[in-house]
């Protein structure tokens, strides 16, 4: 089966940049039943813009359908359901049994795909979802390689095998956590996770004046469910030689240039291990641009065998941060003034060195000699976001590429 890169789209703007950055397919959720509830998500008429865009230039997208409802969502549900039927869209990405059941009965054209959040880890489990119609499965993201080629060998070929590749992790079992529930009262499972995992926690010792005890050496206190994220752009092809159809990248409330930038490398290595799976090599220029992006440091998670431990948890600190920052979106390229033509998103000056992102290219250099307004005027610093600017250079932009300033 032919591998697919499989991105975030969080609104339109970052599915487009997905396709444009060499996404084959792309997930989001409607307003309602996915796990996102804070990402912009996509309105009915949305989607359905969504699906045109994606199949007139060749690409895919799945619908997150992933809550775990109640008795009282399932009328919307079916109305949601028969709607993405009508729309075209090329699968849903459910998890709960009853909304399995109601999708192959009043929308059986759609496909459906399973989602991690079912904990699918042995292949007994895996063939009893297939036989209920399931065409393809995200599997748990507890699995070592030698374990998801077992599940794979097992199953009919024509069930197509999913595993995320980079972003996030949860620290809880394939995402089944209840903190956030707890301790702010949103719902995880209606999409609403305040990632509560993230969170600095010190003892209280009771009789101690609620003196705050740090449970690591730090005076911060200690972040002891933080993990590191998932990047496995090195194993690739021991992923692929594995039985890995769909490599999923997680990140739909990420940033655009997260998107573009996280894209663009696993587009480069997936083509490279493609091409040369047996003596596939990870170049230095791909670890580098993940680095670039935000990122809590890295971990192959489970995929190298064991169960997680010190290399899995940042106990330093929750941020994520990346090196560098999403200065502009381009919007096109004006020949007769040889200028780019940009989307501000963060100030710059000129003076400063920008790098300019393209598909499947390394970065170029560009300097920022002036800046012109849309009327023509001249600035020396641009600090209006989303402001329309020409920038002149000789490099030759194109619709979706990325402007971004490396940090000091």
Known sequence: ????????????????????????????????????????????EEM??????????????????????????????????????EIKADGVILSDPGVLSLARKVAPSLEIHLSTQANTLNARAAAFWADMGVSRIVLARELSLDRIARIRDALDPAVEIECFAHGAMCISYSGRCLLSNY???????SGECVQACRWNYVLHEKSRDAREFPIEEDERGAYIMNSHDLKTIDIIDKMMKAGVTSFKIEGRMKTVYYVASVTDAYRRALDEAAEHLDDYRCRPEWEEELSLASNRGFTHGFLL?????????????SRSEGGATFI????GYDFEKRCAIIEQRNRFSVGDRLELMRPVQEPRSISVDKIYTESGETVSDAIRVQEILRIPTEEVTTEGDILRRRKA
């Not at 502009?328 to 919007?331: I, R, T």
Request: net charge neutral; glycine share 12%.
């Open 1 to 44: 089966m032919k591998t697919e890169l499989l991105s975030p789209a969080g609104d339109f703007e970052k599915l487009k940049v997905a396709c444009h950055f060499g996404a084959d397919a792309v997930y989001f959720a409607g307003k309602r039943f996915g796990l996102r509830a804070y990402a912009g998500n996509f309105s009915v």
């Open 48 to 85: 359905k813009e969504a699906f045109s865009y994606l199949h007139a230039i060749g690409k895919k997208g799945y619908v997150t359908v992933n809550v775990f409802p109640y008795d009282e969502d399932f009328p919307e549900l079916e109305e949601h359901l028969r709607y993405l039927a």
């Open 183 to 189: 301790l702010s009262g949103r719902d995880n499972y």
């Open 305 to 317: 065998g064991g169960k997680g431990g010190k290399d899995t948890i940042s106990y330093e600190d």
């Open 328 to 331: 502009a979106k381009v919007l």
